[in-house]
């Protein structure tokens, strides 16, 4: 596949941060034009038209969501950019930030143009620092310039940046948890709805973009929509589901990888040929066990495990929004890639998982609260060489019982962590009963931590 960038185009360029070298690259002539010739309701509709599809996890189509705004509001209108990537091994957004800001900011502009916010809320992960203070100057730049602030460009529109660093948690990626943790307030996400777009921050409508998904916007509304719809795949004609995956695609590679990186492909390539052609292979000359395709929370793709329809293994689906769901993953998620080798135990990345969503449950809701903690004491168990093969049927249940899939919380955040737990217990299930038979303790717990039980 021959692709050239258009996302990372700039970000190897000298000065590549500064508004003076995005000018010299075209930079926000786009905007301008916009401002000079459309109206913001000309605006949703093209970008409704492109089929933009959110690439912070969901995948909902981005002109549908502007679209939900209530018409002739009074106003204010807010736009909230969730740059709260924290995703384990996602960093497309961060690359984005750090080395090609004003091509997001540009979008920024664009977008609450298009939905007549006058203030935008960039809401950015608190251990981003170096993309904190690049955006910092980068909007400082702006209001320099004249491109932020009253009146821009003598159009009567006037729109104001509030650049806002949370505290570090995974919830606040959760747009109402966003919300709630940009007002102040504990991240606890609300329940939808009214959803953003009627009642959002300040109980104000708000639309909730994510980084990549801006940046799209930006080059949508400068090359087009026929170009966009070019790349990428069609709807499926057996799935009146399916909307579509088009446009670009940042995807990040992770885990036991020969060159880990940040690739910038059309939707729908390979996991086989992203992570052989692009990321070098598997390290060390090992063979891929199992892939995460979108992060943690997406679950676990199998690669030596056949399709049902023939068309090779689980290692050959395609990375679009319908692609992992068809091996039984929650989606596509943020595109960021992890490669778990041959000679790695499931029971440990699992055990990993575990930790990370009981840490991070915001605790709002008990199946979450209670269902992440006894997930993680099984897999303590099981790490231990202390594990019943009925844990692994106990832990499928609590899986299964947790969040918005059966209707038992708030937000998805148990979704995301029930599914890696499920899909790994059912496509190597072969693998945890033979180490519950044979009593084997993982040889990342130390000595001391197996203790005689009573």
């Known amino acids: 596949m021959n692709y050239e960038p258009v996302l990372l185009a700039r970000i190897n360029k000298p000065r590549s941060q500064q508004l003076e070298g995005y000018r010299q690259d075209g930079g926000y002539e786009t905007f301008a034009r916009v401002l000079r010739e459309m109206k913001p309701e000309e605006v949703v509709a093209r970008v409704k038209e492109s089929g933009l599809r959110g690439r912070g996890g969901a995948g909902f189509p981005t002109g549908i969501k502007w679209a939900f705004l209530p018409k002739n509001h009074p106003g204010p209108v807010y736009l909230a950019v969730n740059a709260d990537e924290s995703e384990p091994c996602t960093y497309n957004n961060r690359i984005l930030m750090e080395k090609d800001p004003h091509q997001v900011l540009e979008g920024v502009l664009i977008s609450s143009y298009a939905i007549q916010a006058r203030v ?6 608190y251990e981003y620092g170096d993309a904190y203070r690049i955006l910092h100057e980068s909007i400082d730049e702006l209001y320099q310039s004249g491109l932020l602030g009253q009146n821009i460009l003598n159009s009567g529109y006037s729109l104001d940046i509030v650049l806002h660093r949370g ?8 747009e109402t948890g966003l919300i709630e943790s940009l007002e102040g307030k504990r991240a606890w996400p609300r329940i939808k709805p009214p959803f953003p777009a009627v009642e959002g921050a300040f109980r104000k409508p708000t639309i909730v973009n994510n980084v990549e998904t801006l940046a799209c916007v930006t080059q949508i509304m400068r090359r087009g929509v026929e170009w966009f719809r070019s790349l990428g795949v069609p709807p499926d004609p057996k799935n009146p589901r ?3 995956s088009y446009g670009p695609k940042l995807y990040t590679l992770a885990g036991h990888v020969n060159e880990p990186k940040c690739v910038e492909l059309p939707m729908g390539v390979t996991v086989r040929e992203l992570v052989e052609r692009y990321g070098g292979g598997v390290w060390k000359g090992r063979k891929a066990k199992a ?13 030596d495990l056949p399709l049902k329809n023939g068309e090779g293994t689980e290692y050959d689906i395609p990375l679009d929004f319908n692609g992992p769901g068809r091996a039984g993953c929650l989606g596509l ?13 499931m029971i440990d990345v699992v055990h990993n998982v575990c930790q990370f969503f009981s840490h991070e449950s915001c605790g709002q809701c008990t199946p979450c609260r209670e269902g992440t903690g006894w997930m993680l004491k099984i897999m303590e168990r099981l790490r231990r060489g202390r594990g019943r093969r009925e844990d692994l ?3 499928l249940d ?31 299930r072969d693998e945890f009963e033979a180490a519950i038979r044979e009593g084997k303790v993982s040889r990342y717990v130390r000595p001391l931590e197996v203790v005689a039980t009573h």
Do not use: H
Request: aromatic share 10%; glycine share 16%.
């Open 167 to 174: 505290a570090g948690a995974y919830i606040c990626g959760e």
């Open 333 to 345: 998620g943020t595109g960021a890639v992890t490669v778990i080798d041959d000679q790695t135990s």
């Open 398 to 428: 609590v899986a299964e019982r947790i969040g918005i899939i059966p209707g038992t919380t708030i937000c998805g955040l148990a979704d995301g962590a029930g599914w890696p737990v499920k899909t790994a217990i059912r496509k190597f």
């Open 242 to 244: 399916d909307l579509g």
């Open 291 to 303: 892939v995460n395709p979108g992060g943690i929370s997406m679950g676990f793709l199998r690669c």
């Open 120 to 125: 935008a809320f960039f809401y950015i992960r």
């Open 393 to 395: 049927d106990i832990l």
